[in-house]
C-alpha cells in the first residue's frame, strides 16, 4: 500500500516520476545500461541536463541572462557561497531573518562581510512573516528565505527591493509562478519540490558575477558552472535526471499556475479543517501560512491527546506528521506532488478524531 | 542485452546492486515508500549510513582516530576543501605531479598555502609514476594520486613519507588492500568503484583538524561532518545507499582481497593481450600499469585502423572505449564491479580483428 507521505524533506515525488527513476537506474532508455553508469560527457546524459535546463527556462519564464546551474551540497552550501561570489569584505548585505534556515544564512555570510539584519520574527518563535521593514540603498543584496519548513511560514508576497534579492527557495520552488526580475540569485535544494536529495539548483543572474576580490576556488565559482554548463566536473547525474522528470511532470499538470492552484486547493483542505476542528489550531499568522509546511498543535486543554492523533495518523498510512521541536505538535508537508487524496485523508481524521473525544 | 561497460566514470556497478537500487527507488524495503522520498532523519536512513560507515571500517580495517564522512562535490571540491582544512598560508605542502586530476589538485591548492612539486611526470606525458623523489620533511602532507584515470598509470607502492599522505584515490578506492595508517586523509568521487555519481568519501584521520587559522565555512569543514555523522545537512541519500550495497557486494566477494584477486586477473588478461598483438600497443611505464584504466594505442603503422577497430567495438556491445583526447587510442575501464567476461571479450576482438588485418 502506497503511504501518504507528509514528510518536510527529503519528500514527496509524483508517482510516476518514482516509478521512471526506478526503471532507469536499472536499464535506461533500454540501451542495456544503468543511468547509474553512464558517462556525464556522453550523449544520454548531455541530452537531459540541456532539456532540464530549457524546461526550467520556459517553466519559470526566465528572461536572457539569467543562468540555471546544478550543483551539490544544499541550500546550506549556497548560504556561504552565496556571499561568497556577491559580497566583498567590508560591504554590507541585508537579512530577513524569518526562520532556522534564515538564521544559518545570516551566520554563514557574516564570515564573508557586514550582515545587516533588518528584520526578524525571533521573538515571536517565527510565526509570522515580518513586513514594511527598510531595505538599506547601499546594501549589496536583501536575502529572504520565500518558505519557513520548520515554522510554516510562507513569504506571500515579496517585498519591492531597491537591490536584487537573493533568495532561498528550497521549500517552495517551482510552486507558484514568481516575477524572475527582482532576484538576483535564487537557490533550492531540490528534496522538497523538485527531486532527490543531492542537487541544488542555482538561478543567477549572470552580471551580478565577477565582481567580488576574493579567491574562489573552481568549485565554488558560480562562473565555472556557468561556462562549463554545470558540467565541470561529474555532476549528480541520478539527481538531475529525476529533477528532469518532475520538470516535465510540472509542465504537463499546468506549470506553475497549475501547481499553485494544487497547492492552493491542498492548503485550503487543511487549514479549513485546522480553523473548523475544536481540538486544533494552526501555529503562524493567518495571512502567512505557508501553503507547503502546514504547522499545527492541539489546543492547550487537550494537549494530552496530541500523541494518541500522531499514532491514529501513522495506523491510517500516513507519515511523516510529527512537528519539529522547535514547534511541537504537528507538520503537514504538501509539496507539490502530495495528491489532494492524501490531504483529505488526514483532514478526514481529524475530523473524525474530535468526532470521538469531544 | 546488457552492454559491455567500458566507461571510465561514471561507470559499471554490480548488477545486483543496481537491480536493488531499481527496487528502492520505487519502493524502499516495501514499505511504501520511495527511497527518495524518505527523510534522512528516520531509521531506514540512519541504519543505511550506520552500516555503510561500519562496513567501511571494516572492509579498509580502519584503525581508531580515522573517521568516514560522506560528502558531495566530487574529488573537485576535495581539491581546495584538504588544503583549505590541512594547510595555513605561509606552510608548505608538498604534491606529486602525475597527471590532470592531480595538477588540478596542485592548482586549487595554491589558493591556501605555498605548494611545493616534488614530482612530476608531465614532460612525458605522464606515461609513468615518478619514485625516489625527496619528501620535505617540513611538509604539512604529502599529496598523490593514486590512479591516473586519463592516462593509465597506478601508484603500486605508496612511498614511505615522513608525513601524512593526502591522497585522491577517487579511481582505485577500494580495489585493493592498503595500510590506512599511512594516510592523513583520502577521498575518494563514489562514481569509479563505490556508487552513483553524487558522494564523495573522505577519510580523516581526526588529529590533524583544527590546526588552521582561517574561517572555514560549517560546509567546509570536515569537523562539522564528523560531528554531525555526515548528517548536518540533508546528504546525497540514493547515492550513499547505493554505495553501502557496492559495499556489501565487496565483502561478499572477498573485500579488497577478494577485488585485488579480480582486478588482477582482469587487468592480465588485458595486457597479455595488447603485448602480444602486434596492432596494439601500451601507453605506460609497464611497471606502473593500472588495473583500472588500461590504455593503449595502435602501433603507428595501423593508426589508421583505430576507428575501424572501436566501431567493431561498439558493434560488439561494448562502450566507452574511446580513449581521452590527452592520450588517443583506447582507454579499457575495468573497475570492480567489471566482469571478467567482458575483458576477455575485448580481448578476443582485439585477437579476431589482428588475425583479420594482418
Known amino acids: 500500500m502506497k503511504k501518504h507521505n507528509f514528510s518536510a524533506g527529503p519528500a514527496i515525488l509524483p508517482a510516476p516520476v518514482l516509478k521512471e527513476a526506478g526503471k532507469a537506474a536499472v536499464n535506461y532508455q533500454g540501451m542495456g545500461l544503468s543511468l547509474l553508469e553512464l558517462s556525464h560527457r556522453g550523449p544520454e546524459f548531455t541530452a537531459i541536463i540541456e532539456e532540464a535546463n530549457a524546461l526550467m527556462k ?25 556571499p561568497m561570489n556577491l559580497l566583498n569584505a567590508g560591504e554590507t548585505a541585508a537579512y530577513a531573518d524569518t526562520g532556522t534556515w534564515a538564521n544559518k544564512a545570516i551566520k554563514e555570510a557574516k564570515g564573508f562581510g557586514n550582515v545587516q539584519v533588518v528584520a526578524s520574527s525571533k521573538e515571536q518563535n517565527y510565526n509570522f512573516i515580518p513586513k514594511g521593514y527598510k531595505i538599506p540603498r547601499d546594501a549589496k543584496y536583501l536575502h529572504l528565505t520565500s518558505n519557513n519548513t520548520i515554522f510554516g511560514t510562507q513569504l506571500h508576497k515579496f517585498p519591492k527591493s ?29 528534496q522538497k519540490n523538485l527531486g532527490p536529495a543531492g542537487v541544488t539548483v542555482v538561478i543567477v543572474r549572470e552580471d551580478l558575477l565577477g565582481t567580488v576580490q576574493r579567491h574562489l576556488p573552481s568549485m565554488l565559482d558560480y562562473r565555472t558552472f556557468i561556462q562549463e554548463n ?8 541520478f539527481p538531475i535526471y529525476v529533477s528532469l522528470l518532475t520538470l516535465r511532470w510540472i509542465k504537463k499538470n499546468g506549470g506553475l499556475k497549475g501547481m499553485q492552484r494544487r497547492n492552493r486547493t491542498k492548503a ?34 487537550y494537549a494530552s491527546l496530541e500523541k494518541e492523533f500522531l499514532k491514529e495518523t501513522e495506523a491510517n498510512g500516513m507519515v511523516g506528521l510529527k512537528g519539529h521541536r522547535s514547534v511541537g505538535g504537528f507538520r503537514a508537508s504538501i ?7 492524501s490531504v483529505q485523508a488526514l483532514a478526514d481524521l481529524m475530523a473524525d478524531f474530535a468526532k470521538r473525544k469531544m
Chains 1, 2 share one sequence.
Do not use: H
Open 335 to 341: 509539496y507539490n506532488a502530495m495528491p489532494k487524496s
Open 162 to 190: 531597491p537591490v536584487p534579492i537573493v533568495c532561498d527557495m528550497s521549500s517552495d520552488f517551482l510552486s507558484r509562478p514568481f516575477d524572475p526580475t527582482q532576484f538576483g540569485l535564487i537557490y533550492a535544494g531540490a
Open 58 to 82: 520556459e517553466i519559470i519564464g526566465l528572461p536572457e541572462g539569467y543562468q540555471t546551474l546544478w550543483l551539490s551540497g544544499g541550500a546550506s552550501t549556497q548560504f556561504f557561497m552565496a
Open 268 to 301: 485550503a483542505v487543511l487549514y479549513q479543517e485546522i480553523d473548523r476542528n475544536p481540538l486544533f489550531k494552526g501555529t503562524t499568522a493567518v495571512e502567512d501560512r505557508s501553503l507547503m509546511n502546514v504547522c499545527f498543535v492541539m489546543e492547550e486543554k
Open 230 to 237: 554545470s558540467l565541470y566536473n561529474t555532476p549528480p547525474v
